[in-house]
């Protein structure tokens, strides 16, 4: 992923819209749907993604560590985050509806 590509990629966040560590994952989500990330790329850093969506790096590793928690991305020490291959890569279409686990997950949480 090319940094020019990062600024398009991503919005910056308006706190008026809900928790920002839910935007993020969102919009995570948003871009492996509209397939701007794809199986296997690597994701900016927690501190390139917290300058980007100018929040606070701590919301930001909240919103990935959700995403792992989910299977979507994995973390590679010392590597860095990944989009997961296996539960992306192995079908053309996702068999898991990740949109309606968030809903689920974040009803258990409100």
Same mark, same amino acid.
């Given at each position: 992923?090319?940094?020019?590509?990062?600024?398009?990629?991503?919005? $910056?966040?308006?706190?008026?819209?809900? +928790?920002?560590?839910?935007? $993020?994952?969102?919009?995570?989500?948003?871009?492996?749907?509209?397939?701007?990330?794809?199986?296997?790329?690597?994701?900016?850093?927690?501190?390139?993604?917290?300058?980007?969506?100018?929040?606070?790096?701590?919301?930001? %590793? #909240?919103?990935?560590?959700?995403?792992?928690?989910?299977? %979507? $991305?994995?973390?590679?020490?010392?590597?860095? #985050?990944?989009?997961?291959?296996?539960?992306?890569?192995?079908? %053309? %279409? +996702?068999?898991?509806?990740?949109?309606?686990?968030?809903?689920?997950?974040?009803?258990? $949480?409100?």
């Amino acid at each position: 992923m090319r940094s020019g590509e990062t600024k398009h990629m991503w919005k $910056i966040i308006d706190k008026k819209k809900g +928790p920002v560590y839910r935007q $993020i994952m969102d919009q995570v989500m948003e871009n492996i749907e509209k397939g701007q990330l794809n199986p296997g790329d690597r994701l900016p850093s927690e501190r390139k993604l917290a300058q980007v969506f100018q929040s606070n790096r701590t919301t930001v %590793v #909240r919103a990935l560590d959700e995403l792992r928690d989910l299977g %979507v $991305i994995i973390s590679q020490r010392g590597s860095g #985050r990944y989009i997961n291959q296996t539960q992306w890569g192995r079908y %053309v %279409v +996702p068999r898991v509806n990740w949109r309606e686990l968030f809903s689920q997950r974040y009803e258990q $949480i409100d």
